[in-house]
């Protein structure tokens, strides 16, 4: 049996990785491939209950950034463990919105926790588990603003309320995280429209791995 694949996306608030995984997942399925999809964090019970205490629940509003990156780390490490690994050994196309670079720059960058030890959390968590492939959804502050208020009605999550110097911030360390990897990295332009993007991602999954042959 062949392995899966591990496809992740990645961009800041309002750049339109949900809408792209579900096109791909529908493309992918369409040829006979298995797909799952998964999000960070959550994607176990476990992670989930995680999510709503970093994005929800009161008793998450202004924890520390430490905290913040020992929560991601844990829902990460069961997400590998119990799901990723697996899947990927069964032959799954795996489909992930978000994974340890988000980490890298929501974290350690924007966070200003510094690369030393988010990498050393990432490292510890993912346990040698690594995206084959990243797209990088890229958008300006502004437009995913503007994204963002249009789908939440005025009820935000508590990192969509970050005040736009930090999403500056995010945005600048993914376009120089993608720059220093582009052997797993594919920009994107986020301003497209979702059929340009489905279609550039789909072109670029059959140059590196033949999926729709």
Known sequence: MALGRFISFEGSEGCGKSTQIERLCKRLQGIG?????????????L????????????EGENMTPEAELLLFAASRAELVRRVIKPEISSGTFVLADRFHDSTTIYQGVARELGDKIVSMMNNFAVENCLPDCTFLLDIS???????????????????????DSFFEKVREGYLELANSNPERFVLLNASK???????????????KYGVGS
Not at 143 to 163: F, L, Q, T, V, W
């Open 47 to 58: 992670g989930e209950c995680i999510r709503d205490l970093l994005q929800h629940a009161p």
């Open 33 to 45: 491939h298995e797909v799952l999809l998964t999000r960070e964090p959550g994607g176990t019970a």
């Open 193 to 207: 429209s979702a059929d340009e993007l489905e279609l550039e991602i789909w072109d670029n999954l059959n140059k």
């Open 141 to 163: 502050v502004t437009e995913g603003r503007e994204r963002i208020r249009a789908r939440s009605e005025g009820k935000e999550d508590r990192m969509e309320r970050e005040p």
